[in-house]
């Protein structure tokens, strides 16, 4: 079985960094190389990396010179592999001990597996991610969302095809939901039916601290996505394309974003670029959020243009989507 590497750059992780390591020691699966770079912490992150390294010959300790960020840490990461397959791991997360060798073995089995992730588990809760299986409907959901774990398995050589680069990602925030949309323009991604990370909620953690341009960076993603499928998305628009639960939009917006909406299924139905039924059930429950600004009015326009069918499905659908609605804000 392949060698891989696994890249984990860090900043200011005392607290955690121990676990991260440690999960990533215990794996199953032995054969790989462990960098670790360090983006100029000021606390006690790199003593506790070098302790490690003292007793386990694959980590090797990389430094920046400068702070960077976390983009540029992650690239400069990137440009160190020189195995087939790396595996992404963040400094306050847990791998599952057989994390390394499910994510190998899944990716090793098409070259067209550009990217393996599995379902993450909060930590110190009982929630449990439940991504989508099927890649199809991954490839349609990653139109509008991240529905991959960042704690992933990926080939290099289809990072590569892709163009994407962490260092020139136009985005603050969201460089995950980048590289995946990238990766889903060139290659097949999949999801394993199993607990391969547990992720950890804390105040200093990216997605926490700068939560807002997380928000305004993926609908950036999502604008790009609407592009590259032959739809423009205007400027004022962009932050209206896609809803998160603290938006939201105005009724003009919602009109103009429903049109776009229906041109890109209407495209995709001739071209077929993604499974033509799942990308329009993707984009129905989507769109539910922007119903709420009608009131129960946008309960009839949703069924209008997406159909009885759509209405009954989905995690808001039927009765819960009309009483959704009727709270309008």
């Not at 991504?131 to 991954?138: E, G, Q, R, T, V």
């Not at 049109?259 to 995709?268: F, G, S």
């Amino acid at each position: 079985m392949n060698k891989i590497t696994v890249l984990m750059p860090v900043f200011n992780s005392e607290m955690y960094i121990s676990q991260a390591i440690s999960s990533i020691l215990a794996q199953t699966f032995k054969d790989f190389y462990f960098y670790i770079l360090d983006d100029c912490s000021t606390d006690a992150s790199t003593k506790i990396i070098r302790k490690f390294m003292q007793v386990d010959a694959r980590i090797q300790l990389f430094s920046n010179n400068g702070n960077l960020g976390i983009l540029q840490s992650r690239q400069k990461l990137v440009n160190l592999v020189e195995t087939d397959f790396f595996a992404w791991m963040d400094s306050d997360d847990i791998a599952s001990p057989e994390r390394l060798q499910l994510q190998l073995e899944r990716i090793s089995e098409n070259k067209e597996y550009g990217g393996v992730s599995g379902a993450m588990k909060i930590i110190d809760t009982n929630r449990v991610s439940e991504p989508p299986l099927n890649s199809d409907k991954i490839k349609a959901h990653l139109f509008v969302q991240n529905v991959m774990s960042n704690m992933a398995m990926i080939r290099i050589s289809a990072l590569k095809k892709s163009g994407f680069s962490f260092a020139t990602f136009p985005s603050k925030s969201a460089s995950d939901y980048g590289m995946w949309a990238a990766l889903n323009e060139v290659s097949t991604l999949i999801n394993l039916p199993c607990v391969t990370n547990y992720y950890r909620h804390h105040a200093g953690q990216e997605s926490q601290a700068n939560a807002e341009n997380q928000r305004l960076s993926a609908k950036e993603v999502c604008a790009e996505n609407f592009k590259k499928l032959g739809v423009d998305v205007p400027e004022p628009l962009v932050t209206s394309i896609r809803l998160f639960p603290q938006d939201r939009v105005s009724k003009s917006e919602a009109k103009q974003v429903l049109c776009l909406y229906l041109t890109a299924i209407k495209i995709n139905n001739r071209v077929k670029k993604y499974h033509p039924a799942y990308f329009r059930t993707v984009l129905a429950d989507s769109y539910r959020r922007h119903c709420r600004v009608f009131g129960l009015k946008g309960v009839f326009i949703f069924i209008k243009n997406f159909g009885v069918c759509e209405f009954l499905k989905g995690d808001l659908f039927g009765w819960s989507f009309v009483k959704y609605c009727r709270k309008r804000y």
